[in-house]
């Protein structure tokens, strides 16, 4: 079965480093999505992104971060300069039926534990 | 904005028994996601529903809509220690993009 695919699994860098997390969409989804989990807390949404652009944002999506997609695979979430409450797991996540959350589940990727020291 | 309580926070059961995980919104349910995590993992879909009294089974996981009492449960038959994991719902909407996720219910099976 498709799967989303992302890497590192795990990243440690230090506060004030540029960091880019990497995915692999599931090959015919069209739209793609950024969520976070800091432990013990809810997964949240950071962004989602279609036709090569932004579509929505959460306020937790301020300058520092960044999405991308380089090329016909890979989707990229870039965090500028780290702070300590960057620290979380982040997914990746693809759908391949619409962008509106009531009818459109998403396939997320297991993760990747960003931790900013 | 949009709230997702689930209930109860933790469960565990032995082997055999059936269990239920409640899903309540503070808001008018459109479309309702189930998905299971485990420890460190990614999540994984399990069902969708769209419509009021919506009923959907998946192996041994039954997950129904209560559209009235903007409500979902998921239950789950004979737990298996398969079963063990997070089960979080999440919410979605006409208008926008965004998931929101409930507070999530840690389930552990034990033989």
């Known amino acids: 079965e498709p799967e989303v695919t992302q890497t590192p699994s795990h990243q440690v860098t230090q506060m004030g480093q540029e960091v880019i997390l990497r995915c692999v969409p599931i090959?015919?989804?069209?739209?793609f999505y950024w969520y976070r989990q800091i432990l013990g807390q809810k997964v949240e949404f950071l962004v989602s992104?279609?036709?090569?652009?932004?579509?929505?944002k959460s306020e937790i999506f301020d300058d520092q971060f960044s999405v991308e997609r380089p090329d016909g695979s890979n989707f990229t979430l870039k965090i500028r300069s780290t702070k300590l409450e960057d620290s979380a797991m982040y997914f990746c996540?693809?759908?391949?039926?619409?962008?509106?959350?009531?009818?459109?589940?998403?396939?997320f990727g297991n993760g990747t534990r960003l931790t900013v020291t | 904005s949009q709230e997702l309580e689930q209930s109860p926070q933790s469960l565990i059961v032995q082997e055999g028994k059936n269990l239920t995980i409640n899903c309540t919104s503070s808001?008018?349910?459109?479309?309702l996601y189930w998905y299971k995590q485990k420890y460190g993992e990614g999540l994984i879909f399990l069902m969708m529903?769209?419509?009021?009294?919506e009923e959907k089974s998946h192996e041994k996981i039954t997950a129904k809509l209560d559209e009235k009492k903007q409500q979902s449960s998921l239950h789950i038959t004979a737990s298996q220690p398969s079963h063990a994991g997070i089960y979080l719902c999440?919410?979605?909407?006409?208008?926008?993009?965004?998931?929101?996720f409930g507070t999530g219910t840690r389930l552990q099976v034990f033989p």
């Open positions: 090959s015919n989804h069209l739209y």
């Open positions: 529903l769209q419509k009021g009294g």
């Open positions: 992104f279609y036709n090569n652009e932004i579509s929505e």
């Open positions: 999440g919410a979605g909407d006409y208008n926008t993009d965004k998931l929101i």
């Open positions: 808001k008018t349910l459109y479309g």
């Open positions: 996540a693809s759908s391949g039926l619409s962008g509106r959350s009531y009818n459109s589940p998403l396939h």
